[in-house]
C-alpha cells in the first residue's frame, strides 16, 4: 500500500490524534503512553503504524489523552469526554477500535454512549483487568507515582517480550535510554490517572448491554489480558465474534499482519447491520 500523508490535530475537547486516509471515521483509541497529547519518537512511529493499514478506506484517527488529567478519573469520565468529542466533530456514530488500554475506554464507550459508536472493536482488552496484568500494571503505576521515569520504562519492556533473558535486557537498556527515547514523558501524572482509571475498571456486569457490531480480538497467550478473560468478554457481549491468534501475546497479536485484515474483514462484514440508537437510559 503507498504510503498514506499523516496529518495531526485534536478533536473538540482538546483530545489529541493523528490522522491518515479518507472517507468514514474510524477512531483508534491506543494502548498506554508514558506522554500525552501528540506522541513524538518511537510513539509517534507506533501510532503511526497502528492506524496506517486503515487509511485505504476510511479515515483513520489514532487518539491519544489529553493534558492534563485530573487525579482519580473514572473510565467513565474518559468515554464521556470521548464521546463529546464524537458527537462535536462527526455527523453521526463512528467505527470505534480500542487496543489494550484503549479497549477498556471502548468498551466504556459503547455502553454508555451507545448512540456515538457504529461498530466496535476489542484488541488485546477486555471488560476488566485482572490477574498477572492487574498486578504488573498496579506496579508500573506505584513506579510512575513516584515520578521514577526510568524504572516506569523499564517495566514497558513488559508489554512487548515473554519473561526471559531477552525481557531483561531490553529492560535495561529502557531503564538506561528511557528518558531520551520519550522525551516529553517528564511528568507522569496523565499516565498515574489513566491507570488509576483502568485498575478500578469492571464491566462485566454492564456489557450486555453493548448494541454495536463487536469483535474480541487478541492473542491466546496474552499474559495482561488473558485467554479467559477475552473469551469472558466476548460471551458478555450480545452477538459478539471472539478471535484468538495462537503464540500471539499481548503486543504481538496487534503487530500480527492478520490483525488489520481481520478487522477491516470484520467492518466489511458488519457494514450493513443497523446501528443501534441511544435508548437515553
Known sequence: MARCPIRDGTLPGDLPYLAVGSGPPLLVLGGLMPESGIPRGVAWLSAYTSIR???SRQTAYWINRRRGMAARTTMAELATEHAEAIRAAFAGPVDVVGISTGGSIA???????PDVVRRLVVASSAARLAGEGLRSQRELGEVARRGDR???FRLLASDVLRPGPLERLLGGLLWLAGPLVFPLAGDLSDMVATIDAEDDFDLRDRVGRIQAPTLVIGGARDRFYERELLTET??????ARLLLYPRRGHTTAIADPRFAR??????R???DVPTAQASGS
Open 107 to 113: 468498551l466504556q464507550l459503547a455502553v454508555d454512549h
Open 269 to 271: 462484514v458488519s457494514a
Open 150 to 152: 526510568r524504572g516506569a
Open 53 to 55: 493499514p486503515f487509511g
Open 262 to 267: 481481520d478487522v477491516r474483514a470484520f467492518l
Open 234 to 239: 466476548a460471551e458478555l457481549i450480545p452477538g
